[in-house]
Structure formats: C-alpha cells, structure tokens
C-alpha cells in the first residue's frame, strides 16, 4: 500500500510540473513578444496589458466581493488625468505619477465605497453607471486642470536601453507592474482578506454572523479595485501620450464588465483573457466585416461582445478561463493516470502509515 501510495504522489508531482512547465511557457511567451512583433503589434500587447489590469481590479470588486460596477472606467480616466497632470503640469517623473494615479484611485475608491455600502444589486450598478457617465464630463469642465476638450498632451516614454526600442521598454514596464499587481492579488484573495470576501459575496448575513465586517471588506474591494484602474489608466494615458476626456466613454466601462465575464469572472487569469478580447476583439471583427459592409463592421464589436456576453452565461459560465482550465486538467489527468492498487481500489494520494 505504502509504494501504491508514493505512486499516487507522483501523480500529483507530475501535474505539478505540468503546471510549471504550462508557466515557464508562457513566461518565455511574454518575454520574446517584443522581439519577434513589430512596434505596432508590442503596443497592442501592451494595450492588452493594460487592459488586463483593469479588469484584474474590476474582478477583485465584482467576482470576489460581489459587487458590481458598470462604471469602472472612470478611474481608468482619473488615473490618466493624473500622470497627464503630474507630467505636463508638475513636471514629475512619469515614473512617479504611476503610484500617485494608484493612489488618487484607491482613495476616491474608498470614498465611493463608504458612500455605496448601504447599495446592493441594481442599486449599487446604477451609482456605479452614473460615476461613469459623469466622470468625463465633469474632467472637461476642468479646463485649467485637464485642458478641456482639447486635452493634455504629455512627451512619450523613451527608452533609457540603447538595447530597447521605445515601444519594447513600456511594453516591459507595463508587463512587470502587470505581474507585480497579478502577484498581489494572488496573494491577498489567498489570505484572510480573500476568504472575507467570498464570505461576503456568498451572503453578507451569514458573513457577518461569522464575525466579518462586512462594511469594511466591502470598501477595501472598493478601493483596491479603483487602484489597479488607477494605474491601469496612468499607463494608458503614457501609451497614447494624449489624455482626453473622450478616450473614455462609458462604452468603456460596459466593455471591461464584458471582458472580466467573458474572461472567467472571478479568476485572476481571466483578467488575462479579458484584457486580450477588450483590446483584440473589436479590431478582429472590424477587420473580418469590412471587406462585407462598413456599415455592419462599425457595429461589430458591440455585436460580438454581446453574443459572446450571452454565450458565456449560457453554456459556460466560467469563462474562457474555466473553459480551457477544465480543458487543461483533463489534458494533465489523461497524461498522467492514477495507479490502482491490486486489489482493484484507488491508490491514496499519501503513503499509508498502515
């Protein structure tokens, strides 16, 4: 039984390094992009990027916390509108605007969160919609600050590496703060922090019975999620180099909404998967329609938004990322298959002290 046992934990170290080799794969990925892509095509990336870390904090707030926003683009502009300021107007590193637009967001976050905790369901989506529509027109007003309609425009990042173009350096700045805010939310959703907001998403009466301070963890999803699209915003105002009001719509908000549920609500990898289709998804449909109508490849994006919006919540409801999660350990299971034991029974996972 013992050596059925120890074969049984091989099993388990095999798919183990399944999931290692999986990573390292995936890293090497990420790491050649740039120099097998033109500049064009690595900005793109980064786009996608950005948009992942968006939707990364959207997740925190919707799939974890239970909460939902339909206006989270407002702090992707707060926080462009912050880096755009700090560089054009105060002459900062735009390295320091970067943290400065992350905490601009996280306070205003934990302001609207204090304000919208008493608000649940279509209560607290149509406050979140409101933040959203209001948030660029109010920016616009702002003329001495944010340059009204005509916008700020701020110098692009050069690269300070002989060895780097411009476009692979901020590719490479937005991937590591990328794996540095996916590391942190791994770390933090697997902590007592985590399990306080599943416990709150799950039924806020039976986490509060427990002891959870619901209000609490509740603002704090709040304002990590406005964060990460604090930051997320900043590195978007630094790729387009031109901050304005108009580069966030609401369109934008529902956009994110539709890639963290198409990406697999309530995963970190999904933000992967989200910021992919947000960024990829409407040039791809555009580009497939127009050779057929303009007319019809204008309205593709919303179109195939929607339909995939209603075909995750019908047949697949974890997303892309529970869909090819499910796909991948049945891959890693038929690869390597437990061993049964002479007597017809399941070998244990662990030597038996038997």
Same mark, same amino acid.
């Given at each position: 039984?013992?050596?059925?046992?120890?074969?049984?934990?091989?099993?388990?170290?095999?798919?183990?390094?399944?999931?290692?080799?999986?990573?390292?794969?995936?890293?090497?990925?990420?790491?050649?992009?740039?120099?097998?892509?033109?500049?064009?095509?690595?900005?793109?990336?980064?786009?996608?990027?950005?948009?992942?870390?968006?939707?990364?904090?959207?997740?925190?707030?919707?799939?974890?916390?239970?909460?939902?926003?339909?206006?989270?683009?407002?702090?992707?502009?707060?926080?462009?509108?912050?880096?755009?300021?700090?560089?054009?107007?105060?002459?900062?590193?735009?390295?320091?605007?970067?943290?400065?637009?992350?905490?601009?967001?996280?306070?205003?976050?934990?302001?609207?969160?204090?304000?919208?905790?008493?608000?649940?369901?279509?209560?607290?989506?149509?406050?979140?919609?409101?933040?959203?529509?209001?948030?660029?027109?109010?920016?616009?007003?702002?003329?001495?600050?944010?340059?009204?309609?005509?916008?700020?425009?701020?110098?692009?990042?050069?690269?300070?590496?002989?060895?780097?173009?411009?476009?692979?350096?901020?590719?490479? %700045?937005? !991937? /590591?703060?990328? #794996? +540095?805010?996916?590391?942190?939310?791994?770390?933090? &959703? $697997?902590?007592?922090?985590? =399990?306080?907001?599943?416990?709150?998403?799950?039924?806020?009466?039976?986490?509060?019975?427990?002891?959870?301070?619901?209000?609490?963890?509740?603002?704090?999803?709040?304002?990590?999620?406005?964060?990460?699209?604090?930051?997320?915003?900043?590195?978007?105002?630094?790729?387009?180099?031109?901050?304005?009001?108009?580069?966030?719509?609401?369109?934008?908000?529902?956009?994110?909404?539709?890639?963290?549920?198409?990406?697999?609500?309530?995963?970190?990898?999904?933000?992967?998967?989200?910021?992919?289709?947000?960024?990829?998804?409407?040039?791809?449909?555009?580009?497939?329609?127009?050779?057929?109508?303009?007319?019809?490849?204008?309205?593709?994006?919303?179109?195939?938004?929607?339909? %995939?919006? !209603? /075909?995750?919540? #019908? +047949?697949?409801?974890?997303?892309?990322?529970?869909? &090819? $999660?499910?796909?991948?350990? =049945?891959?890693?299971?038929?690869?390597?298959?437990?061993?049964?034991?002479?007597?017809?029974?399941?070998?244990?996972?662990?030597?038996?002290?038997?």
């Amino acid at each position: 039984m013992a050596r059925c046992g120890a074969r049984g934990g091989s099993h388990l170290r095999s798919a183990a390094r399944a999931d290692l080799l999986l990573l390292g794969g995936v890293a090497v990925v990420a790491l050649a992009l740039p120099f097998v892509s033109s500049g064009f095509q690595t900005l793109e990336v980064t786009y996608a990027l950005i948009f992942a870390m968006a939707i990364l904090g959207l997740n925190i707030l919707t799939g974890f916390s239970g909460q939902i926003s339909l206006g989270h683009g407002a702090f992707l502009a707060i926080g462009a509108f912050t880096t755009a300021i700090g560089v054009h107007n105060l002459r900062l590193p735009y390295v320091l605007t970067i943290p400065m637009a992350g905490l601009v967001c996280g306070l205003l976050g934990f302001a609207i969160g204090l304000a919208a905790g008493r608000l649940e369901g279509i209560y607290l989506g149509l406050a979140t919609f409101a933040l959203g529509v209001a948030t660029p027109d109010v920016l616009k007003k702002q003329t001495s600050l944010t340059g009204g309609v005509k916008g700020i425009s701020i110098p692009p990042v050069t690269s300070p590496f002989t060895f780097l173009t411009d476009d692979q350096f901020f590719y490479f %700045l937005c !991937l /590591v703060i990328a #794996g +540095v805010l996916f590391l942190l939310a791994r770390n933090i &959703l $697997g902590d007592r922090t985590g =399990r306080a907001w599943r416990a709150v998403r799950d039924g806020e009466l039976a986490a509060a019975a427990f002891g959870v301070n619901v209000g609490y963890y509740k603002t704090l999803a709040f304002a990590l999620s406005a964060a990460f699209a604090g930051i997320a915003g900043s590195l978007y105002g630094l790729a387009t180099a031109f901050v304005s009001t108009d580069a966030f719509p609401v369109q934008l908000s529902i956009a994110l909404l539709v890639g963290a549920v198409v990406g697999g609500i309530g995963t970190i990898v999904g933000a992967i998967f989200g910021g992919l289709l947000t960024e990829f998804l409407p040039i791809y449909a555009q580009q497939l329609l127009l050779p057929v109508n303009k007319d019809l490849a204008n309205a593709a994006p919303g179109a195939v938004q929607g339909v %995939l919006l !209603l /075909v995750v919540l #019908g +047949v697949a409801r974890g997303g892309l990322a529970g869909v &090819l $999660g499910n796909g991948y350990r =049945r891959l890693v299971a038929q690869g390597s298959r437990p061993i049964v034991a002479q007597d017809g029974a399941p070998a244990p996972a662990t030597p038996s002290p038997v």
